[in-house]
């Protein structure tokens, strides 16, 4: 089956509304991230593995965007071990989910301005928030120094090349460390889709490509 590849100037909302307006005109599914199902069990599986490992963790720290990480892994969480405290993380130049968070209802922005791309939504969907108040113990803001930080410290203390939205644990941590000495966290390092270029400039260090 042949694949069309659209590229759309702007950000994710927009591609994400052109992608619905595809969708209408031919006629075929829109899988949508966050919103369809299957997505967010694919998220959730990473919950699975988690709540089996030993020793137990008494906190996750998952990046936040349009909410498929954090819901798919956060109601694995709660159901197997609700003790353990669920913090979701955004960017403060890209914070509407978690402004949705804390006031229960839909919040939208006009623009973001973010390194962290993977999360960089406007517009929240009213379905996933209602799963994420049902499962998300925090949500909390970080800094675009602590992103970079936190991606430096990865590929230097793990060796990861990491993309910014996978470091937004690291930077929570970093930006509150009273709140997080003394316990076992855990942070989902979930992805390394980055500009070579992009990551050199901000990390200092080109990323070094093994076989």
């Not at 159901?79 to 989910?97: H, K, R, T, Y």
């Not at 989902?188 to 901000?202: K, Q, T």
Request: charged share 25%; with cysteine; glycine share 8%.
């Amino acid at each position: 089956m042949d694949a069309r590849l659209e590229l759309v100037d702007g950000d994710f909302d927009m591609a994400r509304e052109r992608a619905a307006a595809v969708a209408r005109y031919d006629g075929i599914r829109l899988v949508e991230d966050s919103l369809d199902i299957e997505t967010c069990e694919g998220a959730a599986t990473i919950g699975l593995e988690l709540v089996d490992t030993v020793p137990s963790f008494d906190a996750v720290l998952i990046a936040l965007g349009g909410g498929a990480l954090a819901t798919g892994v956060g109601h694995v969480v709660k159901a197997w071990a609700p003790e353990v405290e669920v913090i979701c993380v955004q960017p403060l130049g890209a914070p509407a989910m978690t402004h949705s968070w804390r006031q229960r209802r839909v919040v939208t922005t006009d623009s973001t301005n973010t390194i962290a791309d993977g999360v960089a939504g406007r517009r929240p969907i009213p379905a996933v928030l209602d799963d994420l108040l049902l499962v998300a113990d925090d949500a909390v803001l970080v800094q675009e120094t602590s992103i970079i930080a936190g991606m430096r410290m990865l590929l230097d203390h793990a060796g990861l090349v990491v993309e910014p939205s996978a470091a937004l644990g690291i930077a929570a941590i970093l930006e509150d460390r009273d709140r997080f000495a003394g316990r076992h966290v855990v942070t989902i390092v979930c992805g390394s889709n980055v500009d070579v270029d992009a990551y050199h400039r901000w990390v200092g260090a080109a990323p070094v490509h093994r076989s």
